[in-house]
């Protein structure tokens, strides 16, 4: 499977061989045993009934029950070792236990709708806790809410509020199988969201059982990790035991339509960029999505017509909304005979799709359907997509891979402008014109039709990328995307999971962070795309003055007390500290909130300070960054994943030009723009053939190669020196003699960082006549610029040595 083959890199077998190793005991017939004994000693004999291990004849049955995506239904999809069907909350807290016990993963099952199979795939051994038999839905009409299980469906959940109350709903996705385990775990939009917002807006309480296998509840919760399972993605903070929800009015009699048009593409695309305007002014009584995909029949010139259901709910009666839809979007033509008056109920029946008169029973059903392949992603459109764009959309829909694509379009505004983005972890609020979910569906199983259809999707994904929202490009996590980025198996950086975390969840990504780290510090609860906590080890580095104290004593006393360190030294705390951190950062891609910023910057002012800071790392086992100009193209001389302090070279920067041997000791912190100048100020015919950009700095520069516009007459930069002083892993200060030509010749060209911090290098200056020719000279397309290029290459190599183009 790819998805698996992607998440394990090479580098992570060797870890996976171990952890499969020390579980061997679990692929026999044991571990049933085994768990069924860790019910024993805690008394959960009942339990026994609803444990499920491959020896059952009913552990495929159950495991492929809420099995929603065939690509997670094959032979090499890896499967659970144990599966629990809870019956009651002790059950949930011995799974727990055991699973902390054998050092397995936990997925928790609601619906099993999600897009990428997290609830029951995991590529290490793991346990699903399977919500199937907790799903009672009590209603409280009197107080307009409701208490569910978090094995309930969104289907059973509006069948039982109806039993109850036909004025009465509450505001959550189409799909009546999906679960609310799942489903309020990531947002949950719906038919009502612009009237109501969405599922998390009203939730008022919840069950949840924590890593240590407390029950809370938002009292005893507390309002930050409250805040965050409401919406910052499933599996991530613990198990959702229920959810108490505030039921919204809803009128007796609603109103319903799915028109669908057949359309050439010139009409599709004026009907649809029309509908991106009407959206803005429509009342938010009125939900409109519109579902786009190509006509298996009708053809235009022999190719594919677009075909488009435009789909509402309004909540009034039929002649409020003709009226309404004639006046704001009077393209479409809707009539009277295109709506259909109903409860609130039969409209959550209809927009399932089922035929009209279909009992409202079936919303009870959650029997498997047959699973088709899928993938999905989405978008967030902040201004109408202009009509070139739409017809690009159109000509990759009639792509052969194509034929069971489908875009989904869904208005936003309304009640959702009025919540703010913080308000729950879920952002995507005002500033959304609407919502694109792209699907893609297909029923021949192997690898070849998987990428097949998977790629379509990426190339559409990828043309849209101008159309729609930036920095970061919004994503829906309840329509998971592994494609945006993964957990390593091992621990995952708060800069790695930002990828992914800032486009589900954008600013609030650093909350959720700051909340798993003070509920699941050792990421109990994960799965591919859970929130990481900060590794305990960074959070006590960060946090503990005692730590900081004692690095900072281990630098006192490992530097010469002629040159106090503690002038050179700066935390967060001091007010220098941000423009000191600033001052040699040259590529803003470093320079945002979210980059992991050093502990501590020590600007070495002795070359026994540098041996301190060498010395104390080590013994702390703390990350060392050396920068001197700062101009590494990854920002590696300043920004670490792990815990780490800058060495910051620019105080160490002296050159001393001996021209009468020609040489000069220059000393890393230097740029060279002042290594040219101080040779310059002794002699008008010497220069060093080095780099371009005066700010570049010597250490980064030297280090790896050096190159510029002498280079055809005299060579790299490294061919030009001759010495070096540096210090070493064990704090000694080495020069060529003393450290060999072995290790002379890597610090010359074999990159910064690798062997140690070297203080100065000695260079051969070389011989410039008096005065040189420069030229710069520009030529466009028109004015032949395509040949003379094409001319370059055939002679600038053959130039004599002194020209450099
Ligand atoms: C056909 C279809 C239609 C959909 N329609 C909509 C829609 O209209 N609106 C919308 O917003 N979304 C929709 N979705 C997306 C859906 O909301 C998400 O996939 C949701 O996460 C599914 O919840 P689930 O319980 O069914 O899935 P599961 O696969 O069971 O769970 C999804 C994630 O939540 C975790 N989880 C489940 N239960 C719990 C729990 N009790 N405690 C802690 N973690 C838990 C799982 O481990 C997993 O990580 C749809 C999905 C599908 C496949």
Request: glycine share 8%.
């Amino acid at each position: 499977m790819i998805r698996t083959m992607n998440s394990l890199s090479s580098s992570m077998f060797p870890f996976l061989f171990l952890f499969l190793f020390s579980f061997s005991w679990l692929a026999s017939a044991d571990r049933h045993e085994d768990f069924l004994q860790c019910l024993h000693s805690q008394n959960l004999n009942s339990l026994s009934k609803v444990v499920y291990t491959p020896i059952n004849s009913s552990y495929s049955y159950v495991l492929q029950f809420s099995l929603r995506n065939g690509r997670f239904n094959t032979s090499a999809t890896p499967k659970p070792l144990v599966i629990v069907t809870p019956l009651n909350v002790a059950h949930i807290q011995a799974a727990i236990t055991f699973s902390q016990k054998h050092g397995l993963q936990i997925r928790v099952r609601g619906g099993g709708h999600d897009y990428e199979g997290l609830s029951y795939v995991a590529v290490i051994p793991f346990v699903v806790i399977d919500l199937i038999n907790m799903r009672t839905v009590t209603v409280d009409v009197a107080n307009k809410t409701a208490w569910v299980q978090g094995g309930a469906t969104l289907g059973e959940v509006y069948y039982r509020i109806a039993e109850k109350s036909r004025t009465l709903a509450f505001p959550a996705g189409v799909c009546p199988t999906v679960g609310v385990g799942g489903h309020i775990s990531g947002g949950g939009t719906g038919m009502i969201m612009r009237k109501y917002g969405l599922a998390v807006d009203h939730i008022i309480d919840a069950q949840l059982i924590d890593v240590k296998g407390r029950i809370l509840d938002r009292a005893s919760m507390g309002e930050d990790l409250f805040w965050a399972i409401r919406g910052g993605g499933g599996n991530t903070f613990g198990v959702v035991v229920a959810w108490k929800l505030e039921l919204v009015p809803i009128p007796a009699s609603v109103t319903v339509f799915n028109v669908t048009r057949i359309l050439m593409k010139e009409d599709a695309t004026k009907l649809i960029h029309q509908w991106q305007y009407a959206i803005e002014k429509f009342d938010e009584d009125l939900f409109s999505r519109i579902f786009i995909w190509r006509s298996a029949n009708s053809t235009q010139d022999g190719k594919p017509m677009i075909q488009a259901a435009f789909t509402s709910l309004f909540l009034g009666g039929v002649d409020r909304l003709v009226s309404y839809m004639q006046q704001s979007f009077p393209e479409l033509g809707l009539v009277k005979e295109d709506c259909i008056e109903m409860r609130w109920i039969e409209s959550t029946v209809y927009f399932a799709q089922f035929p009209r008169n279909t009992s409202l029973e079936v919303l009870l059903n959650r029997n498997p359907r047959p699973t088709i392949f899928f993938k999905g992603k989405t978008d967030f459109v902040k201004e109408p997509i202009p009509k070139t764009a739409l017809e690009g959309i159109w000509e990759r829909l009639e792509q052969v891979e194509a034929e069971s694509a489908e875009l989904q379009f869904t208005a936003y505004g309304g009640k959702m402008n009025e919540i703010a983005e913080s308000s729950t972890p879920f952002p995507h609020r005002a500033g959304t014109l609407y919502q694109i979910h792209y699907g893609i569906s297909w029923d021949e199983e192997g690898i070849e039709a998987y990428a097949k259809y998977i790629s379509w999707m990426r190339r559409l994904y990828s043309y849209m990328a101008p159309y729609v929202s930036k920095n970061p490009r919004q994503a829906y996590v309840n329509y998971r995307d592994l494609d945006l980025g993964v957990n390593n198996l091992g621990n995952t950086s708060y800069r790695q999971a930002s990828i992914w975390g800032t486009k589900y969840f954008k600013n609030n990504f650093d909350r959720l962070v700051r909340v798993k780290t003070a509920v699941d510090p050792t990421n109990f609860f994960r799965n591919e795309q859970s929130i990481p906590p900060l590794s305990s080890w960074l959070l006590n580095i960060a946090t503990s003055d005692l730590a900081d104290e004692n690095f900072l004593q281990c630098l006192l006393n490992h530097s010469q007390p002629s040159y106090p360190i503690s002038s050179a030294i700066y935390t967060p705390n001091n007010d220098s500290y941000s423009s000191v951190l600033q001052s040699y950062i040259r590529n803003l891609r470093f320079n945002m909130s979210t980059t992991p910023k050093p502990l501590l910057i020590l600007t070495a002012l002795h070359a026994s300070h540098v041996q301190a800071a060498i010395i104390c790392a080590r013994e702390r086992n703390f990350q060392m960054k050396i920068r001197s100009g700062g101009h590494d193209y990854e920002g590696v001389s300043y920004v670490s994943d792990v815990p780490f302090f800058v060495l910051d070279m620019f105080n160490l920067r002296s050159i001393d030009v001996d021209v009468a041997s020609e040489t000069a000791w220059v000393e890393t912190g230097a740029t060279l723009g002042e290594v040219y100048y101080r040779i310059s100020e002794k002699s008008k015919t010497h220069g060093f053939p080095a780099g371009v950009c005066p700010t570049v700095g010597v250490g980064g520069h030297f280090g790896g190669g050096g190159y510029g516009n002498m280079m055809r007459k005299y060579g790299l930069t490294v061919d030009n020196i001759i010495d070096a002083k540096m210090v070493d892993v064990n704090g000694r200060l080495l020069d060529r003699e003393s450290m060999g030509e072995d290790l002379f010749w890597a610090i010359t060209g074999g990159g910064g960082s690798s062997f140690g911090v070297v203080l100065a290098y000695k260079i051969n200056i070389v011989r410039v006549p008096e005065v040189v020719t420069v030229f710069r000279v520009r030529r466009t397309v028109e004015q032949n610029a395509t040949d003379i290029v094409e001319q370059w290459q055939q002679v600038a190599y053959n130039l004599e040595d002194d020209p450099f183009h």
